[in-house]
Each structure stands twice: as C-alpha cells, then as structure tokens.
C-alpha cells in the first residue's frame, strides 16, 4: 500500500507540475528566413577525442544521459541493458561528466537532454578535472543565466511483481552558484527470486573412504522485498578561474523480506527427500561526501583536489535450516568507512606538450561482528597511496600520452598485515590523419587487489557440508593489458569501431574447494594460482539512413578465455548486439537484441551465461515530455535469468540464477521537466550517493 501511495503522489505532483510558472523565454527575437542547407560535420575523429552532435530527434527521445548514450549509439561504448552500466567495447570502465564534473548514472537521471551540444569520448585526457580516468564520456551542455527548473521521473514494471523508482530533481541558480537537491524512491516487491543448485560433493565418511554426494536444492516459492530511500544535496560555485563544489547524501536502503523455500534431495545410491527454508533480511544506512576543488593557475599551471569519505552501517540476518539438519545462523554487524583523497596538478609547455603530476590515497576500514552458529570480530583495513607522473605530446595528428608511477598498499586483517609495492605503467597512442579516421594503441601494466572479503579468516557455514572462509595471506596479483583500435567515420552517416584486446592477471587470486573436517565437507577459499589469459576481437557500426529517421547499430564479439592452474580451462563465446531505432515526428520506435552473455570469471572456477535481452519500445515526446512504454523478453519463457557451471577436482556445481531480468515485462516510464524563472546551467544533475564496500562475506 505504501508503495502505491508514493506512486499516487507523484502522479499527482506531475499534474500540478503542468500548471507551474514555465521559463520565460529569452529576450532575443526570432525572425523567419529563407532556408539554407548546410551540412554539418556531425561527428568527427582527432587525436585527442571522438566528438558527436546528437539529432534533435536523438535528444528529444532521451530520458536521461545514458539513454542519450544509447540513442547516439555511439561505436566506442557499450550499454548493459539490465543496469545501465556504461563500458568500452572490452568491458572497461567509461567515467561518465557533464560539463568537465563528474556524475554518477543515478545524477544523470536529471539531465535535460535538449540541451545537450555535444558528446566527447576521450582517451587519457590530461585536464586534472577528469581525475586520471582512463576513459571519460564528456556531455556538454548549455549553460544558462540564473533561475531553476525541476525534472520529475516515474519508472514502473509489470508482469514481474511491484517495480517502481520515482525521484524528483531540481536545480537552482543565482550569480556563482548552483544548488542541487536530489529525493527518490525505489521499491521492489517479487516473488521470482532465488536458485536452483546441484552440487555434487567428492567427500570422506568416517571411516575415510571416499565416496561422491549429489546435493540438489530446488525452489518452490520466494518472495524479496527491498527499499531505498536517497537524499543528496550540493552545491557548485563556478567561475572563470574557479570551480568549488561539495556533495552530501544520505541513503536508506533496507530489504525487509528475503525468503526462499524449496525441496533438498540427497543422492547417494537412493534418493532422499527434504525440505529447506532461507532467510536473508538485511538493511543499511549510508552517508557520504565528495568534494571537488579545481583552479586554473597562472603560467599554464591548474590543479584539481577531490576528497571523498563514505561511511555505512548495515544489519544482516541470515538463517538457513533443512528438515533433516540444525538451523545455521549467520548475523552480521558492520561499520564500513572509506576516504580518498585525488589531487592533479597539470602544465602546458607550449602547444604541443603537457605535464601532469598524480597523487592518491586512502583507506578502506571495516568493523565486522559475526553471530549466531559462528561468532567472530575483524577489523579489517585496506590503505593505499599512489603517485605518478604523466607527459602528453599533442600534434595535429598525433597524440602520445605516457604515465609511470608507484603504487604502495597495505591490508591489515586482525593483525594479519601484507604490504604490496609495485611500479605501474600506462601508454596511449592515437593517430588520426584527418577527421574521419583514427588508429590507437593502449598498454598497462599494473596491479589487481584483492577484496576485504576474500582475505577474511572467518570460517562460515554455507550448508551441511560446504563452508566459506579466506586467505588473509591472499597476494595481490600482476595485470598486463594490449588494446588495439580503429575508429572510421567516412560521414555523417556512418561510424565504425573496430577493436581487439588482450587482458592478462598473472599468479591471480583463484576460488578453490578443499576439504574440510577430515574431507567429510568441503570449504571454499582462495589462492593465488596459475593465470588468467583473455582476448576478444569485434566491431560496432551505426549506420542512419532516410535523412536520419532510421539508425541501425550492430556490434559482434568473439572472446577468448584461457585459465591454468589448478583450474585449466579454455572457453570461446560469440556474442552480438543489435538495435533499431526510427524517429517519426514526434514518435520514436526501437527494437533491441542483446545475445545471451557469457563469460568466464578471472577469480573463480565458473562459466557464466545469461538469457538474451530483447525488447520493442515506443515513445513520444517533446522539449518537456517524454513518454514510453517497453515489451521487453517476450519470448523468454520462465523466470531463469542465467546459468552458472562451477567444475574443480573436488565440487562440480550447476546454478539456475532466478529472476525478474529477463522474463516478460512492460515497463512504462515518463519524465517531465518545468523551469521556473530564466534559463539556468542544466547539467551533471546530482543524484544516489553510493555508501563505504562492505565486508560480510555472501
């Protein structure tokens, strides 16, 4: 009921939203005039970025920021459909800004697409506003003079149980500054949700024999209810010279109903039948902080410092109980803290040269009590410090950048403590002859780290004969990585990303199943072993034909997965995505195909793949409005949503994941946008602020 009451009031909101004050226009007069065809370069390659100028019909049919992405169908990029989540074709991070600040997917919600002019994908970008990310996705938008507006977003799916996320941003400006207020609600209340597992167990008895158990749980009924509440607001003063700004969030997120309950059977020669229930009710609160300082100093010199903390307290209450066996009791009570500090101080030498210095650090800190079948306390801290040195050559058709650095760390779990130094090295090449064509070469060599949770001494209980514990001995392990890259953009008409990629983690943290309690169980651990080998090959290509009213994207993929070690495996999937979109006044239609994805995990001996995405989507809009609804899976039969095969020496499992992500739904959603006042900075809209990583082991 309590759901529907939010939705109910912000329909209602939306209805009183139409007859607010709308902006007053600007004070220039327009007047008609002859028509003059001119063609503009819409998207065009140089050897510091790939930019792209989105259609009016591309903007007015986006929603948000990374639905603009979507429509832009830009070829360097890649777009999950199940969570948004924004990477470059191999699968890497792609740090999303607006206007040169950075911005979450949850703070691009409120973005007024119309005014966005333009989209810049960078490579390494040496401006210390972008915080030495990588790969950065750049949305520029129109900056305005004083005043406000607020945007509403209603989001609901059906024929998967109670799905809605409803928030309302609003913005306002006077002179310098600019305040940010972001309140959501987003609820979920399903009963698809859970596993299917078999598990077939090499163990000892008690005589020391060896013998072989097949363990299978299958669900029979389930129901997950969660709820998040967040709350941010922030501040932004912006001059020439300078830019100050300050964001604070508070984000209540609980799930007061995790249930599951199914059959168990034991085959060990006969079948046995029994019955097993869990429980999972969780909650925590989360506040966090992020500054941002940047000034432009004379002599060529601009710096930016970005200090974070995040803090997070949560409550976890596992119970798992068969008919056969006692209940297991897992309660969990934890304080997580984490702060980091980012500073980047950036020279230009003449035209052609830049200088960049590097300094990070920070600590993760965890306080972590254990009760119930199994009590413990940890205290868990992970710190690091890091700095590098950064060069870049720009010419008209050339772009070197280069960076080394040194990396320091230092994990301490009770009094277990492990030190890590290693050098790190990035190198980045991109020629472009002219503005239709571009070649890069990526390298690094750095470090991977192992998660809190993997170094915990902890020995849990998963079930009558599997438990869980780490390796607070765990080493971090070495990442070489070789990307090679073709961007050809012949017109406004066509684009083309053509990519190969080589990943590599030598001596890496592996998932592992050793026997436990004289081999008449099993626990899962980790150790360093053997190495991880991945390459891929692919393109992605957007094509628009019919002046632009039809765009059509495909984008294939042929992995490459090598695993030694005590877990020695090789795995070759193909994967391909494919969208259509046609714009029809104001009317757009979309058709969406996303293959079934597969995978193989670098830390764990397991083959993932999920069920294809598919969907039809129909929508309408204007400057303010934008209305659609999607059918989205509609040939996927059942609740499976993906499938998971875990093989070592001494455990061989097989994992039905179920849920709601790709079974049958329609999903309607709606945004509306009034302004208030003149014209104002729309943009880098603030959103969900994340809390500290948690520690309790799953």
Request: hydrophobic residues 35%; aromatic residues 14%; proline residues 4%.
């Amino acid at each position: 009921m309590q759901n529907r009451i939010i939705t109910s009031i912000f329909c209602a909101t939306l209805t009183i939203a139409v007859m607010a004050q709308t902006e007053v226009p600007d004070s220039i007069k327009t007047q008609g005039l002859d028509e003059v065809v001119v063609e503009a370069q819409m998207q065009r390659t140089s050897p510091t970025s790939t930019t792209f100028i989105p259609t009016v019909k591309q903007k007015n049919a986006s929603q948000n920021a990374v639905d603009l992405l979507r429509q832009m169908a830009i070829p360097q990029i890649k777009i999950s459909s199940v969570n948004e989540v924004v990477t470059d074709n191999a699968g890497g991070e792609v740090a999303i800004f607006i206007n040169f600040l950075e911005a979450s997917k949850e703070e691009m919600e409120g973005l007024r697409t119309p005014d966005v002019k333009k989209v810049e994908y960078l490579e390494f970008p040496t401006d210390p506003r972008f915080r030495g990310a990588q790969r950065v996705i750049n949305i520029i938008v129109q900056e305005y003079a004083y005043g406000g507006y607020t945007k509403l977003t209603t989001n609901e799916n059906f024929l998967v149980g109670f799905s809605s996320r409803n928030n309302i941003f609003s913005k306002f400006s006077y002179k310098k500054m600019t305040y940010d207020l972001y309140v959501g609600a987003n609820n979920w209340n399903n009963h698809n949700i859970g596993n299917n597992v078999k598990g077939i167990y090499s163990l000892k008895d008690a005589d020391g024999k060896d013998y072989q158990l097949t363990r299978t749980e299958t669900l029979d009924g389930s129901h997950y209810k969660q709820n998040q509440y967040p709350l941010t607001f922030r501040a932004t003063y912006s001059s020439e010279k300078i830019q100050i700004r300050n964001t604070v969030g508070f984000t209540h997120l609980s799930v007061p109903v995790y249930d599951q309950r199914g059959n168990l059977s034991y085959h060990l020669g006969s079948e046995q039948n029994y019955t097993f229930n869990r429980s999972n009710p969780n909650r925590n609160n989360s506040l966090a902080y992020q500054g941002s300082f940047f000034f432009s100093l004379p002599n060529q010199f601009s710096i930016d410092i970005s200090p974070r903390f995040n803090y997070m307290h949560s409550n976890d209450y596992l119970t798992y109980s068969t008919s056969t066996t006692p209940e297991i009791v897992r309660n969990a009570r934890e304080s997580a803290y984490n702060y980091r500090v980012d500073a980047y101080l950036q020279k230009r030498i003449g035209q052609k040269h830049t200088a960049m210095l590097g300094v990070n650090g920070g600590d993760n800190i965890n306080r972590l009590r254990y009760s119930g079948t199994n009590s413990y306390y940890d205290r868990f801290h992970n710190a690091f410090v890091a700095g590098l040195l950064g060069y870049q050559l720009a010419s008209r058709e050339v772009r070197l950048y280069a960076d080394a650095g040194v990396y320091w760390s230092q994990s301490d779990i009770n009094g277990v403590v492990y030190t890590d130094t290693y050098p790190f090295v990035h190198l980045n090449l991109r020629y472009s002859p002219n503005s239709k064509n571009a070649f890069s070469v990526f390298l690094q060599y750095a470090n991977a780290t192992p998660g809190i949770s993997q170094k915990s001494p902890d020995v849990l209980q998963d079930n009558e004969y599997m438990f869980v514990t780490g390796n607070p001995l765990l080493e971090n392990s070495r990442n070489l990585m070789f990307n090679l890259g073709y961007t050809w953009m012949p017109n406004n008409t066509f684009g083309l990303n053509a990519f190969s990629n080589f990943n590599s983690f030598f001596n890496r943290q592996m998932l592992t199943y050793e026997p436990y309690n004289n081999g008449m169980a099993i626990i899962k651990n980790y150790r360093n072993s053997g190495n991880f080998l991945n390459g891929e090959l692919g393109f992605a290509a957007n094509w628009k034909l019919l002046g632009g009213k039809l765009q059509l994207y495909a984008s294939p993929k042929q992995s490459f997965y090598k695993s030694t070690g005590i877990y020695n495996k090789s795995y070759n999937p193909l994967t391909i995505t494919a969208q259509a979109t046609y714009y029809l006044n104001s009317f757009y239609f979309q058709a969406y195909y996303q293959s079934p994805g597969k995978q193989m995990f670098t830390s764990s001996p397991q083959i993932y793949k999920d069920r294809n995405f598919h969907s039809l989507t129909v929508g309408w809009a204007n400057s303010d409005w934008n209305v659609r609804v999607m059918a989205a899976n509609f040939f996927n039969k059942g609740w499976n949503s993906a499938d998971i095969v875990t093989e070592s020496p001494l455990y061989t499992e097989y994992r039905e994941n179920i849920g709601t992500s790709s079974h049958f739904r329609i999903n309607i959603t709606a945004t509306y946008t009034f302004g208030y006042g003149k014209k104002v900075q729309r943009g880098n809209e603030v959103g969900e602020q994340s809390g500290a990583n948690s520690a309790i082991i799953k």
